[in-house]
């Protein structure tokens, strides 16, 4: 069974910046596209970036600039800077495989990121 762990959240000012991590285990990630998510109160589950096995990169326009997703597979780890962060940021985060046909794996327990002054 794969399990998947994020850490790293926090809360943060306005402008201030964290680095998200997800430890996979149970399955590697070396061939596998990763990405984050994330999931505001009262709204949907979104996909904010993602990376491919071959080191291909995506990011919705809300962060495109701001986040950095990043990914050692040596350390089955996915990771996400997030820079200039603004209060919208403000959500749970969660890591998990996409696909067109949606998330791989089944989600594990996300880390809260809190942006306010």
């Known amino acids: 069974q794969v399990h998947l762990a994020e850490s790293g959240g926090g809360l943060v000012q306005p402008g201030g910046s964290l680095r998200l991590s997800c430890a996979v285990s149970g399955s590697s990630i070396s061939l596998s596209a990763m990405g984050w998510y994330r999931q505001a109160p009262g709204k949907q589950r979104e996909l904010v970036a993602s990376i491919t096995s071959g080191g291909s990169l995506n990011y919705a326009d809300s962060v495109k600039g701001r986040f950095t997703i990043s990914r050692d597979n040596a350390k089955n780890t996915v990771y996400l800077q997030m820079n200039s962060l603004k209060p919208e940021d403000t959500a749970v985060y969660y890591c998990?495989?996409?696909?067109?046909?949606?998330?791989?794996?089944?989600w594990g327990q996300g880390t809260q990121v809190t942006v306010s002054s």
């Open positions: 998990n495989a996409p696909r067109r046909s949606g998330p791989v794996y089944s």
